[in-house]
């Protein structure tokens, strides 16, 4: 049994859990839990593109979530324009900034580059709260409309609202599977293992890396639009790095540089912080020692170490067929000769 | 096929390659030797594009390749290893060598996007190219073992794999035995030797003499970063100077 044969009714299971999460759930409270860390998930998946499949540790992600949820924001509340258009052009600022960041941040490596990306996202963030003419400030704005519906489905309520995200969820995963299974994700990660050896292999190390980078921001951006639909109240404090220090403990605890671990600790952490809501800042010294056992014990993360076993396990079966042939080939050889 | 001539890097105050001019023929082991801090791999380094020359020109098959990135050289047909080769541990041993074609294929991110025919069949080709060379080097029997789990030695011949992956004219080896027994050794100089039965060129850095002696068709000495010598094997273990700056008395008179 390899590990792809029973991959996808794995997959089919969850999937139907997913759906039927909204009419087992006691109130609408947990669906709206539910709902949210599925928008942080797809701003983790984007960030993992970068951090766990690059190699890149980028600290303005909060950053780029923020510029895609205050573009549904601005549109839609002071210019009037249809959220799905707006929802969009979301993506495609933080692409389009995520572009010229990338090209300016990229050319430092390593730490070099995290504290520099640390300012950009401090940059955005001053942008935001002080540009009060455009982004209302440290008011923030308020009022942003529900996504409107679509043909003749509404978005108007938590129970619709939560499959829209869940729909978005799914086709972020289905795409990076598609862009870190294909030739292009073996050069992000020949980049992670080490930046010298991919250039010398012949990859374009700036452009591979910029490319990483700007579908990240696009993740962010589209996790940033869902997010101002959803929560449909933003302020300048979501474009701060302890956002993506979240991210970044949901993609440490789920599994780095696996497709589906920033979904896992998005989930498993959302959960674990609603279900300590009642320690209050006391939660931290539960928190705290859970996240340093579990990155002694599971560095790969959650997934991650799963996914090693199931390598080894894989790689031993191969080994024991191929030592059962020699040993049948050697039995004959035998036989013939006597 | 490789002419390097009047090379010279300076960093600040320090100059690790001082006018080198010297060839490397076609289809030959040319090997460089001498004491640590010579400036063999900084001589590598401006080969392949690492570092952009402070003086003179490197041309590659008559063409002028002096400051190209390293992954322009690399297109051109330049290969390399390292000292040390850092693989994705958590892979096997074939999925690390499937990217060493990449820059052989054009499909680009909106391939990706759409899943197109010409992607498919370019992953199809870099699959089937590291099987070709993980079976080249010998190591089709670990083709499916995790990287985390493979010997030095093995490591050692993937990285050659690696470098044969990208379709070379010439590779470029970092001390390709170093770290690895007597025995293996010489496993690794017959497949050197292999490689150039099927026309490729190699170019070597090695401390091992025994191995060079037997191996090399021409090897040049480095000393503080200046050539101070060059020539076949038996020219070069009588030469005065590298006995001096490098091999020892007692080398010379074995």
Redesign the interface.
Same mark, same amino acid.
């Given at each position: 049994m390899t590990s792809k044969t029973w991959q996808k009714p794995l997959l089919a299971v969850l999937l139907a859990f997913a759906i039927i999460f909204p009419m087992v759930a006691a109130n609408d409270y947990y669906i709206y839990v539910m709902s949210l860390a599925y928008i942080m998930a797809i701003a983790a998946v984007g960030l993992n593109l970068i951090l766990g499949y690059t190699g890149q540790l980028n600290l303005a992600h909060a950053g780029f979530m923020a510029i895609g949820a205050y573009t549904v924001g601005v549109l839609t509340v002071d210019y009037g324009v249809p959220y799905w258009i707006a929802f969009v052009l979301a993506g495609a600022l933080s692409a389009v900034v995520g572009f010229f960041a990338g090209l300016l941040s990229l050319r430092l490596k390593g730490h070099f580059f995290s504290i520099f990306t640390l300012c950009v996202g401090f940059i955005i963030y001053l942008i935001i709260e002080k540009w009060d003419a455009l982004t209302h400030g440290t008011v923030g704005i308020i009022d942003i409309p529900a996504p409107s519906g679509l043909g003749p489905i509404r978005f108007d309520n938590t129970w619709s609202q939560y499959y829209l995200v869940l729909f978005f969820l799914v086709l972020s995963l289905w795409?990076m599977s598609?862009?870190v299974h294909?030739?292009?994700g073996?050069?992000f990660?020949?980049i992670?293992?080490?930046e010298?050896?991919a250039?010398?292999?012949?990859?374009?190390?700036m452009r591979t890396k910029v490319?990483a980078f700007v579908l990240s921001t696009f993740y962010a951006g589209m996790a940033g639009a869902l997010y101002a639909g959803f929560v449909r109240f933003i302020g300048p404090a979501m474009a701060l790095e302890s956002h993506t220090f979240d991210m970044i403990a949901f993609i440490l605890v789920g599994g780095i540089g696996t497709l589906f671990g920033p979904l896992l600790g998005a989930i498993l952490l959302t959960w674990l912080t609603q279900s300590l809501q009642f320690l209050q800042d006391f939660r931290m010294i539960v928190f705290g020692p859970l996240l340093i056992l579990l990155i002694m014990y599971f560095p790969?993360g959650l997934i991650?170490y799963w996914?090693?076993r199931q390598?080894?396990r894989?790689?031993a079966s191969?080994?024991d067929r191929?030592l059962q042939r020699s040993v049948l080939a050697s039995q004959q050889e035998v036989r013939s000769n006597a | 096929m490789l002419e390097i001539q009047g090379l010279t890097k300076r960093f600040g105050g320090l100059t690790a390659v001082r006018d080198v001019t010297t060839s490397f023929e076609r289809n030959r082991i040319n090997a460089i030797i001498g004491p640590n801090g010579a400036g063999k791999t900084t001589f590598f380094n401006l080969v392949?594009?690492?570092h952009k020359p402070t003086a003179g020109r490197i041309l590659f098959d008559g063409q002028d390749v002096t400051g190209l990135?390293?992954?322009q050289v690399?297109?051109l047909g330049v290969?390399?290893t390292?000292q040390s080769?850092? /693989?994705?541990d958590?892979?096997?041993v074939l999925d690390n060598l499937?990217?060493?074609h990449? /820059?052989r294929?054009t499909?680009t991110?909106w391939d990706?996007?759409f899943?197109t025919q010409r992607?498919r069949a370019?992953?199809h080709r870099?699959r089937a190219k590291a099987e070709e060379v993980l079976d080249f080097v010998g190591l089709s029997?670990v083709a499916?073992?995790?990287a985390a789990?493979i010997s030095q030695e093995e490591r050692k011949r993937v990285a050659f794999a690696?470098?044969l992956?990208?379709d070379p004219k010439i590779v470029l080896l970092d001390e390709p035995a170093g770290g690895v027994n007597p025995e293996e050794t010489l496993g690794l100089a017959e497949l050197i030797r292999k490689m150039i039965r099927t026309g490729l060129t190699v170019c070597l850095i090695e401390h091992k003499m025994d191995m060079i002696m037997s191996l090399a068709d021409k090897i040049v000495v480095l000393d503080h970063g200046e050539m101070i010598a060059e020539g076949p094997p038996a020219q070069i273990r009588s030469d005065q100077r590298v006995i001096e700056a490098y091999l020892g008395a007692d080398y010379a008179a074995a």
């Amino acid at each position: 049994m390899t590990s792809k044969t029973w991959q996808k009714p794995l997959l089919a299971v969850l999937l139907a859990f997913a759906i039927i999460f909204p009419m087992v759930a006691a109130n609408d409270y947990y669906i709206y839990v539910m709902s949210l860390a599925y928008i942080m998930a797809i701003a983790a998946v984007g960030l993992n593109l970068i951090l766990g499949y690059t190699g890149q540790l980028n600290l303005a992600h909060a950053g780029f979530m923020a510029i895609g949820a205050y573009t549904v924001g601005v549109l839609t509340v002071d210019y009037g324009v249809p959220y799905w258009i707006a929802f969009v052009l979301a993506g495609a600022l933080s692409a389009v900034v995520g572009f010229f960041a990338g090209l300016l941040s990229l050319r430092l490596k390593g730490h070099f580059f995290s504290i520099f990306t640390l300012c950009v996202g401090f940059i955005i963030y001053l942008i935001i709260e002080k540009w009060d003419a455009l982004t209302h400030g440290t008011v923030g704005i308020i009022d942003i409309p529900a996504p409107s519906g679509l043909g003749p489905i509404r978005f108007d309520n938590t129970w619709s609202q939560y499959y829209l995200v869940l729909f978005f969820l799914v086709l972020s995963l289905w795409f990076m599977s598609r862009i870190v299974h294909s030739l292009l994700g073996r050069a992000f990660i020949a980049i992670r293992n080490g930046e010298d050896l991919a250039e010398t292999l012949g990859i374009n190390l700036m452009r591979t890396k910029v490319l990483a980078f700007v579908l990240s921001t696009f993740y962010a951006g589209m996790a940033g639009a869902l997010y101002a639909g959803f929560v449909r109240f933003i302020g300048p404090a979501m474009a701060l790095e302890s956002h993506t220090f979240d991210m970044i403990a949901f993609i440490l605890v789920g599994g780095i540089g696996t497709l589906f671990g920033p979904l896992l600790g998005a989930i498993l952490l959302t959960w674990l912080t609603q279900s300590l809501q009642f320690l209050q800042d006391f939660r931290m010294i539960v928190f705290g020692p859970l996240l340093i056992l579990l990155i002694m014990y599971f560095p790969q993360g959650l997934i991650g170490y799963w996914r090693q076993r199931q390598a080894r396990r894989a790689a031993a079966s191969v080994q024991d067929r191929r030592l059962q042939r020699s040993v049948l080939a050697s039995q004959q050889e035998v036989r013939s000769n006597a | 096929m490789l002419e390097i001539q009047g090379l010279t890097k300076r960093f600040g105050g320090l100059t690790a390659v001082r006018d080198v001019t010297t060839s490397f023929e076609r289809n030959r082991i040319n090997a460089i030797i001498g004491p640590n801090g010579a400036g063999k791999t900084t001589f590598f380094n401006l080969v392949s594009g690492y570092h952009k020359p402070t003086a003179g020109r490197i041309l590659f098959d008559g063409q002028d390749v002096t400051g190209l990135r390293p992954d322009q050289v690399a297109k051109l047909g330049v290969a390399r290893t390292f000292q040390s080769t850092n /693989l994705f541990d958590q892979a096997t041993v074939l999925d690390n060598l499937i990217v060493g074609h990449r /820059l052989r294929t054009t499909s680009t991110f909106w391939d990706v996007v759409f899943n197109t025919q010409r992607l498919r069949a370019d992953e199809h080709r870099c699959r089937a190219k590291a099987e070709e060379v993980l079976d080249f080097v010998g190591l089709s029997s670990v083709a499916h073992h995790l990287a985390a789990d493979i010997s030095q030695e093995e490591r050692k011949r993937v990285a050659f794999a690696l470098a044969l992956a990208t379709d070379p004219k010439i590779v470029l080896l970092d001390e390709p035995a170093g770290g690895v027994n007597p025995e293996e050794t010489l496993g690794l100089a017959e497949l050197i030797r292999k490689m150039i039965r099927t026309g490729l060129t190699v170019c070597l850095i090695e401390h091992k003499m025994d191995m060079i002696m037997s191996l090399a068709d021409k090897i040049v000495v480095l000393d503080h970063g200046e050539m101070i010598a060059e020539g076949p094997p038996a020219q070069i273990r009588s030469d005065q100077r590298v006995i001096e700056a490098y091999l020892g008395a007692d080398y010379a008179a074995a």
